[in-house]
């Protein structure tokens, strides 16, 4: 089995002290982390540019380490990688502070128009992307990429999407609401957060959410609700799965190990109320650690029993 991730990677710089520590991720990728080490079976590839300098090499040999394969990742000559700082406020929640408006990263979709074989997209058993895969391209390529995917991702596979909206990268929020619309239309999963809905659409409450997102057309849904666990919908009555406890340091990247561990379980052919506890074991380990991709035996501990 094959799945592919598509979108960003990043440099992660993370307070430690006085220090910064350097790691690399993006929700793209870190969806990729978690999938591969939910199901180290499972081939998984990252889609996306990098440049080809010695920052851009040094993640590809992270995303490697991990049993990612980036054959599937394009080289931009000169370009350059985006980077983030992680600011942790009260109760680990946490600010980002973004510099990615060079980063090769967002000619990933302009490259793979140029190459579609390249991607084999109808092949896989899974094609993932995210909101923010989308908004990192030019507007006039954004609706143009879902409807790409939509037509080489074969619907009798799955297509999942994750809305993940980010303000800051949308200047028209009329904008947002339609691409990403357009996004929960195109995919077989969708994967939002209960506070991503809340922002697009205005809506807080979680299940009239649900009945926005369903409206879409979409086929399953695993709507992520923070410390209230998740809630899950495909087509019978809807059900909420509890979170896990956890002494919570760090939630950068909790959605993402959710996402990795959910999609893991459904390739498996679980149910997704079974993918969805799953999700949540894997996501109340990671926010006790710090960073997007925390180490592997912190995420998916050996049985040692």
């Not at 394969?69 to 350059?80: I, Q």
């Not at 086929?219 to 059900?239: F, Q, T, Y």
């Not at 340091?249 to 997704?272: I, K, M, N, Q, W």
Request: contains cysteine.
């Amino acid at each position: 089995m094959r799945a592919v991730c598509i979108g960003e990677c990043m440099v992660e710089m993370r307070r430690e002290g006085d220090l910064y520590a350097r790691a690399f991720a993006g929700d793209a990728c870190n969806v990729a982390v978690y999938l591969k080490r939910s199901f180290p079976e499972l081939e998984v590839q990252f889609l996306t540019a990098t440049g080809d300098d010695s920052m851009s090499r040094a993640m590809r040999a992270a995303w490697r380490d991990e049993g990612i394969d980036d054959s599937l990742a394009f080289t931009v000559p000169r370009g350059r990688p985006g980077l983030y700082l992680i600011e942790l406020r009260e109760g680990g929640e946490r600010e980002f502070l973004y510099w990615r408006s060079a980063s090769a990263a967002r000619r990933w979709f302009e490259l793979l128009e140029q190459d579609p074989l390249r991607a084999r997209l109808a092949d896989a058993d899974l094609v993932y992307f995210s909101g923010i895969s989308v908004a990192i391209l030019e507007p006039v390529q954004q609706e143009r990429a879902i409807a790409f995917l939509g037509k080489h991702a074969n619907r009798a596979r799955r297509l999942a999407f994750d809305p993940n909206f980010r303000a800051a990268l949308w200047l028209d929020p009329e904008r947002a609401r339609r691409v990403l619309g357009l996004g929960m239309r195109t995919a077989d999963i969708v994967l939002p957060s209960t506070e991503d809905i809340a922002a697009i659409y205005g809506v807080s409450e979680p299940r009239e959410q649900l009945g926005l997102i369903c409206g879409t057309g979409a086929d399953e849904v695993a709507m992520s609700l923070g410390a209230g666990g998740c809630l899950v919908w495909n087509g019978r009555a809807p059900v909420t799965i509890p979170a896990a406890a956890a002494g919570v340091v760090d939630t950068t990247g909790a959605g993402d190990a959710f996402h990795g561990a959910y999609l893991a379980e459904r390739l498996r052919g679980s149910p997704p109320d079974v993918a969805a506890r799953a999700g949540v074991v894997v996501a109340s380990r990671v926010v006790t650690w710090p960073g997007a991709i925390v180490p592997a035996s912190v995420s998916h501990p050996k049985d040692t029993s």
